[in-house]
């Protein structure tokens, strides 16, 4: 599985676009960015996922370069319960299951 | 939909003891993956199986840990004898195989301290 690379930590002020960067330049082609975060005692929470296309849901947008060798995770409208640590993780999911190799992620703080 | 649940929540031993925790999946989720998570430290996967099977287990430590998943539902995974290492929090996840791509949904976790 093809590794990746975050910030430590960001700041964002709430109510105003986090965008979290991640690298991940030796993704193979089968490989998807999957994003997942953990807020402060709790397991981790599947955010969104994808391959080449650019993805959105409920929760935030996933934008993927051209290349495949970065993306970015957008949460539009940080709140304060959004402060957690997000893991960017390059993963084929078809692969005996998927198997997830969390980092150290980004601690993001969403500060008033 | 309910969702991962597991038990005990919290656990303090001594070390050279040894402790067991429990994890349900969500109905009809045939993946099922224990991690381990020191302080500080993103989660490392312990063992994961595909129903009652073994899919990867080349992290497990298996002179001290053992994990089973009887029936291909509930499983168990035990320490014995428990090191100062062990510290840790031991989450359960599980997932149902989609050709879109399998999601993992975790429970709350075990925070076990060995003293």
């Known amino acids: 599985d093809a590794k990746t690379t975050q910030p430590t930590s960001m700041d964002c002020a709430e109510g105003r676009a986090a965008n979290l960067p991640c690298n991940h330049s030796?993704?193979?082609?089968?490989?998807?960015v999957y994003w997942y975060r953990q807020i402060h005692s709790q397991g981790p929470q599947y955010i969104i996922h994808g391959l080449k296309n650019n993805e959105t849901n409920e929760m935030a947008s996933l934008i993927i370069t051209e290349d495949r060798k970065s993306s970015t995770l957008i949460l539009p409208h940080a709140t304060l319960r959004d402060t957690a640590v997000y893991y960017c993780?390059?993963?084929?999911?078809?692969?005996?299951?998927?198997?997830?190799?969390f980092g150290q992620g980004t601690e993001l703080s969403v500060k008033p | 939909e309910a969702g991962v649940a597991q038990s005990p929540r919290y656990k303090i031993i001594e070390k050279r003891q040894s402790v067991a925790f429990w994890c349900n999946p969500i109905?009809?989720?045939?993946?099922l993956y224990w991690y381990q998570q020191i302080l500080g430290q993103g989660p490392k996967l312990l063992i994961q199986f595909q129903n009652n099977g073994v899919v990867d287990d080349s992290q497990l430590p298996k002179d001290r840990f053992s994990a089973e998943r009887l029936k291909g539902v509930d499983s168990t995974l035990k320490i014995q004898p428990a090191k100062l290492e062990d510290s840790a929090v031991y989450l359960c996840a599980s997932s149902l195989y989609r050709t879109s791509g399998n999601e993992q949904f975790f429970g709350p976790g075990t925070r076990l301290t060995v003293l």
């Open positions: 993780i390059a993963m084929n999911p078809f692969n005996q299951g998927g198997k997830l190799i």
């Open positions: 030796t993704i193979s082609g089968n490989e998807y």
């Open positions: 109905s009809g989720h045939a993946t």
